[in-house]
């Protein structure tokens, strides 16, 4: 089967649950998790470099100008980009890579690498998306509003995805994924040359 790496990419609403279960595929060696960059204050519990990349406006931008993204994004006020060094070259040594990231890059990444696989994952109800959001305890009234807001913009983009993942229990989702994973690995246009090796050595 075609050795090289999944590009996988995870989206969803705030509260859908992509982290945790992007955080139990990398407990996978072949899963390697993307840290971005974004100009968002860190939580209290976020690590700098595990977690993002913390960074000014002004350094974010200069990384810009340079070209060190892969994409990037305004989001809710803030921008978040994926650093793009290593990637393609993980992904040539055969690792899967996941992104966890909104929309719109997302959309970038398809444009520019067709073969990256879109997920969009939702919580199992709309209430239950409400209630882990207030949940978490670390954004303000008017934070998570504003989440919820653009959580109805995402919903309209999700139509451009190639999977919808309901997010029930983290580790099945997570399975789930691999499941996707592996049968991406399995598709035709990712093996022609399975197939030109295969009929070579039929006489
Ligand atoms: P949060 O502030 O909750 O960590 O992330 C807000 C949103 O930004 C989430 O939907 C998350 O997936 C997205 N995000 C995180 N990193 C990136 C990135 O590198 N690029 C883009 N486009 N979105 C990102």
Redesign the pocket.
Known sequence: MDSRGVLLII?GP?GSG?GTVAEILTREDDYFLSV???T?APRDYEIPGEH?YFMTKEEFLSKVRDGEFL???E??G?C???PKKEIMERLDKGQNII????V???LQVKNEYPEAVLVFMIPPSAQELKKRLAGRGTETEEVILERLERALIELDVANMYDYLVINHVSDQTAEDLKGIVMAEKQKVSRNKEIIQEFKGEVF
């Open positions: 989206s705030s992509k971005s960059a974004t968002r993002y994409e990037w994004a989001f809710c803030n978040y980009g994926t992104l966890e990231i909104e719109q890059g997302a």
